[in-house]
């Protein structure tokens, strides 16, 4: 059965810097592409960053460019989401995903798999 687990959510100050960790089980996920996407109260889930298997083809939101950087260690089956300069508008909870297709990756539906979601919230 594929899981994943997200964490490093929490509450920080605008200007500040998270990292949301995400680690996958159920199979080997070196393949796989890997996403994170959020979803702010009121909103509809978007695409935030994501990365091929390789972790040197990667993909951002305007919103989040030079300011989040996605990575992967696929010796621990884990992809990271380094997010520095946050902003109030960056509060969400946010959802890492894996798919094995090899179409766009910067939309919802090629995943398969979603976690359950970490809250970032971000104080002005």
């Known amino acids: 059965q594929v899981q994943l687990v997200e964490s490093g959510g929490g509450l920080v100050q605008a200007g500040g810097s998270l990292r949301l960790s995400c680690a996958a089980s159920g199979r080997t996920f070196s393949t796989d592409a890997m996403g994170w996407f959020r979803q702010a109260p009121g909103k509809e889930r978007e695409f935030v960053a994501a990365t091929r298997w390789s972790g040197t083809t990667t993909y951002y939101a305007d919103s989040v460019k030079g300011r989040f950087t996605i990575s992967r260690d696929n010796a621990k089956n884990t992809v990271y989401l380094q997010m520095n300069s946050l902003k109030a508008e960056d509060t969400a909870v946010y959802y890492c995903?894996?798919?094995?297709?090899?179409?766009?990756?910067?939309?919802?539906?090629?995943?398969?798999?979603w976690g359950q979601g970490t809250q970032v919230t971000v104080s002005s």
């Open positions: 995903a894996t798919t094995r297709s090899r179409s766009a990756i910067t939309t919802m539906g090629p995943y398969n798999y």
